[in-house]
């Protein structure tokens, strides 16, 4: 109640306040120009008088009139002084208080001398703010003989300014006060007195006791709540018992989930059927390196995620080929087995021609889909053609999954994000039997986002061919289920989170994806600890630096790359005696770079990075580092091990597996993660230092705070992230989706 009370007085000040100085901003400026132009009569109508009398006295040459004539005037209200100029601009007389402040000429008596007509501003002299005002003197013959120059002091109009001002503050005070007074009284009256009891009421309740309810005038706004209370507290009770035994079993059946674990769990639950995975990047690609190919695996957190599973479960991965070297290492069926080290699992590869790579990858999945379901301000663009290359490319995918499961029983199909809508469909229609569950790895936007695409029914029927749709976050699974019930003819039950569709079931449910993480240290003496890790990076960078920050990401505009830097810049700003010491390591790796808007921010990042290293840069130490290139997982790790922290700062993101990387890699249990809010991630890692990337000032307060923090509070807080991670890792993210998949009851 004090923090309700707080807010709504904060509020009511804030808006006071706002509302006040709104309306006596154009009062107070009214009152300056008022001010300005009474100075400006003054000053004109005075010399129009003054300047008749010198120019018969400077006609004639009488310097000592002259110089009676601008002393008459010294003391005059606001008038610093007077001088008077031959018609070179040589000085003739001045008045003696001027004589600090104009060391020659003014710079516009030259102007009213050469465009003989008066010339006057507010100006600063020595620091000083006056009024300045300089016109040309003339013979008889109207011929121009010398200037005048009248200077008035304008401090007063600042004074009464700020009197004004001081008049508005004061009024204002006393309102917010009157406010202030008014709010506590409601506030305890009608808020404070009927919540505290209703409290008592739901505590007691909560206990599993009888008691009357409190009255109707202390329930009326709470009334709803009150409601739900008796049964809530019943399900409290049920739900605290099964607690009790689940920590039991616990403390004395704790394991963790391992690719033995998964191997074991995945076969049970597969009962003999193969799985069967489809994405559109491979998790292998095979390139000409002058006459020798080369193998390198991308910079994916798909691959990281999916890889694991089917190493564990020997399956088959179908996706698009890409690599220049790719032909040349499958066999007649464009098939190879994978890792090339230790194979354990098949890849099966397609060929896209350059027109449906164009139009089904960078067109409708990246140009549509990607800024569709990412709410990072870049309009998705949707055509005809690439709609239609998009159907064409499902079709061969769902061709060549359908020849690889020939035979199969009972194939599970395990499918990959937003490159595949239509794909679930297409294999259930082909074979009923199959069980089909397709992951969306990004955001699900809202339903009104999601009608922006003007094949919104057709992708939605696609995604219900499937038996379970998994999400990353119970509000992305909302979402989708908001999507259907608006948009389609179909059955939404919200209590089990399924929907059925053409007498077809489809389950939706949140899985959050993880990462593998080793449950052993037993390789780690063969790494550098974190200060040696630290010293060869930054000898190999070639800079000077005390304290390291990484960030790895694509080079995409929803990651808040650009945010990351300007973040980087406040807190330089704000904390200078971390100039000179701190280096922040941006690995970009290049994405998509044949999209425009990809291609552009590319340039914004390079552009962004050079302005600040311009700005801050000294010797050897550069504020930003921004290496352009792929980077290995190998490579990346040592980062992360190095780094004194992480910041990923997504401006929408589905998960975000870097931040679950960097937990993972820190064996030391030391590093910091600054983690955007808008993130899965940010659900599961609460010991992370939460930030609104676009709060740019916050964010750079986070670094700040982390470089300023006890170290065994950092160790707190990456030992409680680590054991999220260790326990929800990738296997156990594997095993509960794939056993839930093979759990459902396909005829229901």
Known sequence: MRILSLRLIVALILGVTLVSLASSWTDVRDEKEALRRDLEYKAETFGESIASSAEIYLANGDTTRLEQLVGRFSNRDHLLGVAIYDRDGSQLVMTRELGSLLSGAPKNLKDALDHDRPVSGFTSLRFRRVYLLSAPLHASDKSIIGGLSIVYETGYIRNQIFGVWSRIFIRIAGQVLVIIALTLLIVRWSLAGPIARAAQWMKTLRSGKVVDQPSSKDLDFLLPIAREMAPLAESMQRARAEAEVEARLRNTNESLWTSQRLAEHVRGKLNGSSLFVVSNREPYIHNWQGSEITVTVPASGLVTAIEPILCACNGTWVAQGSGSADTETVDEHDRIQVPPDDPKYTLRRLWLTPEE??????????????????????????????????????????????????????PVVFIQDYHFTLLPRMIKDRMPHARVAIFWHIPWPNPEAFSICPWQRELLDGLLGADLLGFHVQAHCNNFLST???????????????????????????????????????????????????????????????????????VDYTKGIVERFHAVESFLERHPRYQGKFTFIQIGAPTRSNIPRYAEFQREVESEANRINDRFKRGRWRPIVFL?????????????????????????????????????????????????????????????????????????????????????????????????????????????????????????
């Open 357 to 410: 790579e164009e139009g089904y990858y960078y067109g409708f999945a990246n140009e549509g889909l990607w800024p569709l379901c990412h709410m990072a301000h870049t309009r998705p663009t949707f055509r005809a053609s690439d709609w239609e290359y998009y159907n064409k490319v499902n079709e061969r995918f769902a061709d060549a999954l359908v020849k690889e499961m020939e035979g199969q029983k009972n």
């Open 484 to 554: 259907v019930d608006r948009v389609l003819e179909a059955r939404v039950d919200w209590e089990h989170f399924s929907v059925k569709r053409n007498d077809h079931w489809s389950s939706v449910l949140p899985f959050p994806i993880s990462v593998e993480m080793s449950t052993d240290d037993l390789d780690s003496h063969l790494e550098r600890n974190s200060e040696e890790e630290r010293s060869a990076i930054i000898a190999e960078l070639g800079i000077d630096a005390t304290f390291l920050g990484v960030g790895v990401d694509r």
């Open 628 to 748: 352009n290139r792929q980077h290995s997982h190998k490579e990346v790790r040592r980062y992360y091990r190095a780094a004194h922290l992480c910041m990923v700062t997504s401006l929408h993101d589905g998960m975000n597996l870097v931040a679950k990387e960097y937990v993972a890699s820190r064996n030391d249990e030391r590093g910091a993660l600054i983690l955007s809010r808008f993130t899965g991630a940010a659900r599961e890692l609460q010991d992370a230092i939460i930030v609104n990337p676009y709060d740019i000032q916050a964010t750079g307060e986070a670094i700040a705070r982390i470089l300023e923090m006890d170290v065994a509070e950092i160790t707190d807080r990456m030992q409680r992230m680590r054991r999220i991670v260790r326990e929800h890792n990738i296997f156990w993210w594997a095993g509960t989706l794939i056993g839930d998949l093979c759990d459902l009851r396909l005829n229901r």
